[in-house]
């Protein structure tokens, strides 16, 4: 059981060093993105809790390749599918800086402390959250096309609960 421990910590250790180590010049740049209510590209990093989806990428200010490709290839799939949604503010992307203090508590509020990719389901009287950070993190960067499958997929069950 140690061991099994042991390696969870070894490996989250990992994760968090890599993303967080490799500087990107274009970090500020896609900071500052948000997809809400047709904003594609807009200042304003705040989240629409009046959607019924609401996806959430928070990452921080240095951000690898991999954390890039999350962000840019959601944003890509959502323009692509799910625009109507976009613009009639059904549909809300917003990717946060957790360094920012701006975005601290809402971090804190889904206990984020590195890269996360969450979708948040406000259809119910509680809201629903999926952590799709591990399934954004295997395929995103080498496999784009079978990462916006599945979140395609996560999207349209969401949308129908």
Do not use: W
Not at 114 to 119: D, E, G, H, Y
Not at 138 to 143: L, Q, R, S
């Amino acid at each position: 059981m140690q061991k099994i421990f042991s390696f969870f910590i070894a490996v989250s250790l990992l994760f968090t060093f890599a993303c967080n180590n490799q500087a990107n010049s274009n970090a500020e740049e896609a900071a500052d993105s948000t997809l809400s209510n047709n904003e594609l590209g807009a200042e304003n990093m705040t989240t629409n809790s009046n959607s019924k989806i609401e996806i959430i990428y928070f990452h921080t200010t240095n951000r690898c390749a991999t954390c890039n490709a999350v962000e840019s290839n959601a944003k890509k799939l959502l323009e692509e599918n799910f625009k109507a949604q976009l613009d009639k503010g059904e549909i809300s992307f917003a990717s946060l800086n957790i360094d920012e203090d701006k975005n601290k508590a809402l971090a804190e509020k889904y206990l984020v402390s590195f890269s996360t990719l969450l979708i948040i389901n406000n259809n119910e009287a509680e809201p629903k959250v999926t952590d799709f950070t591990d399934k954004a993190f295997e395929y995103a960067k080498n496999n784009p096309e079978k990462y916006i499958e599945l979140l395609k997929e996560e999207i349209n069950k969401q949308i129908t609960i």
